[in-house]
């Protein structure tokens, strides 16, 4: 899964390399933030300037690899990107007024990724920045950043398992998804009017709440029980989920309101039940 960087409000797809300790950034997303493209096509203007830079003789090009990040339909596909002092040469062939501002975001971005790893409340900081930043309740976000780290367990889990496969992973979330909530994972986003939006980033309160217990149970059981097959860890998830659902059931019959609804972020104070409520 890709990491998303803010530069003066535009979206930057990245990758941490845990190895050489550097970012992997998406060199389309840099070359569409410095050039301002407005190409429906996001990936028009580095093809443009990859095919010139190779006519020039450019090495620069051969330092690009290829990485699966989540494109704007919501789906995984290959992707240029570069290292940081690869993308800090390129930069130098966009003609910008933006690309001394961004030579030392980039640096910022480097210096506070390794400060995360040193201290890890400082990565929390950054994303509860992040969420207030977009308007989001104080409790809303506490709530999204405990998820957040929820499912980071969950998935550390089923790498235990040697699930490794991204699509894999979309199986088993559909899994505990539709046992706890009734939906599909398609269903869910169909109901709150997304397309590529995060469906967490869209849920109450009250939904993170639940989709949090069916994922911690879910570890929890896996962790003990050490499934074998990716059949086991597909049960496992089930089992995880429908623990969830019987909380879910409860809540409901005692406050008289459903848990799961088409409620979206267009409206973030909605997605804090304690602020729906007092209205």
Do not use: H
């Not at 003789?57 to 990040?69: D, I």
């Not at 993308?87 to 210096?111: H, M, N, T, Y």
């Not at 709150?192 to 149970?217: F, G, H, P, V």
Request: charged share 35%; with cysteine.
């Amino acid at each position: 899964m890709s990491n998303i960087k803010i530069f003066e409000g535009k979206e930057i797809r990245a990758e941490w390399d845990n190895e050489k300790e550097d970012w992997l950034f998406s060199v389309a997303d840099v070359c569409n933030v410095l050039s301002e493209s407005q190409s429906k096509d996001k990936s028009s203007y580095w093809r443009n300037l990859k095919a010139r830079l190779k006519k020039e003789g450019s090495q620069v090009v051969s330092n690009c690899y290829e990485l699966k990040l989540i494109a704007s339909d919501g789906k995984p596909y290959k992707t240029d990107v570069m290292y940081t002092k690869d993308i800090l040469r390129v930069i130098q062939s966009i003609p910008s007024p933006k690309a001394e501002p961004f030579k030392l975001w980039l640096a910022q971005v480097g210096s506070d990724r390794l400060d995360e790893i040193a201290d890890p409340e400082k990565a929390m900081q950054r994303g509860a920045d992040f969420y207030r930043m977009k308007g989001y309740s104080p409790e809303w976000i506490t709530q999204r950043l405990l998820s957040i780290k929820i499912r980071k367990e969950l998935t550390d889990e089923w790498k235990e398992r040697a699930i490794e496969k991204e699509s894999d992973y979309a199986i088993l979330t559909n899994e505990l998804t539709k046992a706890w909530s009734g939906l599909s994972i398609k269903e869910y986003k169909n109901l709150k009017n997304l397309k590529k939006e995060s469906l967490r980033d869209n849920m109450t309160d009250i939904e993170l709440t639940l989709n949090q217990l069916a994922e911690l149970t879910t570890k929890q059981i896996s962790s003990q029980e050490k499934p074998t097959t990716f059949a086991d860890s597909k049960k496992v998830a089930r089992r995880g989920g429908k623990v969830a659902n019987t909380a879910k059931k409860e809540y409901e019959k005692a406050t008289g309101t459903k848990v799961v609804s088409g409620i979206n972020a267009t409206n973030k104070n909605l997605l804090d039940t304690k602020i729906k409520n007092n209205k």
